[in-house]
């Protein structure tokens, strides 16, 4: 790969660095989100300054082209990252049923206390004067 190719691969990555950091830093983002990004970033940096080890790893253990090697590590990255977010989702699935559970209850009992005071206080507004309950 030439220089000018290095270089423009450099700075792609180095953007995508920044863009993830900059998520993080104005909270658009987790930190616990970010990390497989940051990961994934710092790899696009490195990959271009490594493209000779690389190619000398792909030939290594049988691939004949290199930039497919680069293909399956960043399938492998994409599952995992893909995998994490299932992961959450389910969790915040979970969550959203149970507090929508509390809620249902809570309204419930909200609406019986409300039912009972207005009961007492129709009770109290019918009494006469001088009794008390």
């Known amino acids: 790969m030439i220089w000018r190719?290095?270089?423009?691969f450099v700075a792609l990555g180095i953007a995508?660095?920044?863009?993830?950091?900059?998520l993080v830093r104005t909270k658009r983002l987790k930190e616990q989100y970010a990390l497989w990004w940051l990961f994934m970033a710092l790899a696009l940096v490195v990959a271009p300054l490594l493209i000779d080890m690389i190619d000398t790893v792909s030939f290594a253990i049988g691939i004949d082209y290199p930039p497919a090697l680069m293909i399956v590590i960043?399938?492998?990255?994409?599952?995992l990252v893909l995998s994490q977010l299932?992961?959450?989702?389910?969790?915040?699935?979970?969550?959203i049923k149970s507090l929508s559970q509390e809620l249902a209850l809570t309204r419930?009992?909200?609406?019986?206390?409300?039912?009972?005071?207005?009961?007492?206080?129709?009770i109290?507004?019918?009494?006469?004067?001088g009794e008390t309950s």
Do not use: H
């Open 5 to 8: 190719a290095r270089l423009f």
């Open 16 to 22: 995508v660095l920044v863009f993830i950091i900059n």
């Open 74 to 79: 960043a399938f492998v990255c994409f599952a």
């Open 86 to 95: 299932s992961v959450t989702i389910s969790r915040f699935s979970d969550q």
């Open 108 to 122: 419930n009992q909200v609406r019986d206390l409300e039912r009972t005071l207005a009961e007492k206080e129709s």
């Open 124 to 129: 109290k507004a019918n009494s006469f004067p």
